[in-house]
């Protein structure tokens, strides 16, 4: 039983500290991103919500694409959309690459399904209920184009980085 414990306690420390670098990696690219509106699409998260979703789980890619959001907002190279933006991505990969329609050797490409939380579920959140709550209203079109225009781009580097990894574990 104690063998048990340990083990658990070192999954867990494990999926922490990965998860960790992933918010970490998030935070440190977040410079780059481009505003469109109320918005700064930044395909660097999504490539985070790929990889973390795939490799983590839904829960912990959540919870890593919280914290980058959190930390992103509170240094400025994030709005209030950030959440919306990220938060769903992760949680649809996550949940996704546990599908056995991707099986052993074809979870990497679950990564590519980030744009289907981002996109349609998280610009829903976005202009129906964030965005006007924080006074920052823009259209669901609007917003759908612009986190596309962020997670297309990042999910197809979060897919390239899996397959580079998987193709390196061998």
């Known amino acids: 039983m104690e063998w048990r414990c340990n083990q658990m306690n070192r999954d867990a420390i494990r999926r922490l500290t990965l998860a960790g670098v992933l918010a970490a990696?998030?935070?440190?690219?977040?410079?780059?991103?481009?505003?469109?509106?109320?918005?700064r699409t930044f395909p660097f998260q999504h490539t985070v919500n790929a990889v973390?979703?795939?490799?983590?789980?839904?829960?912990?890619?959540?919870?890593?694409?919280?914290v980058a959001s959190i930390i992103r907002n509170a240094m400025g190279t994030g709005t209030i959309f950030a959440f919306p933006g990220s938060l769903p991505g992760a949680l649809v990969v996550g949940f996704a690459s546990r599908l056995p329609i991707f099986?052993?050797?074809r979870r990497h490409w679950a990564a590519l399904l980030e744009p289907?939380?981002?996109?349609?579920?998280g610009a829903g959140l976005s202009a129906y209920l964030i965005g006007p709550a924080a006074g920052k209203a823009?259209?669901?079109?609007?917003l759908l184009s612009a986190f596309l225009a962020?997670?297309?781009?990042?999910?197809?580097?979060?897919?390239?980085l899996l397959w580079a990894m998987r193709r390196i574990k061998g």
């Open 138 to 142: 823009a259209g669901f079109g609007f």
């Open 103 to 105: 099986g052993k050797g």
């Open 116 to 121: 289907l939380g981002t996109g349609p579920i």
């Open 25 to 39: 990696t998030a935070v440190l690219l977040s410079g780059i991103s481009f505003p469109i509106g109320p918005t």
């Open 150 to 160: 962020s997670s297309i781009p990042g999910a197809c580097l979060g897919f390239i």
């Open 52 to 66: 973390a979703g795939v490799l983590l789980g839904p829960w912990w890619a959540a919870g890593a694409a919280l």
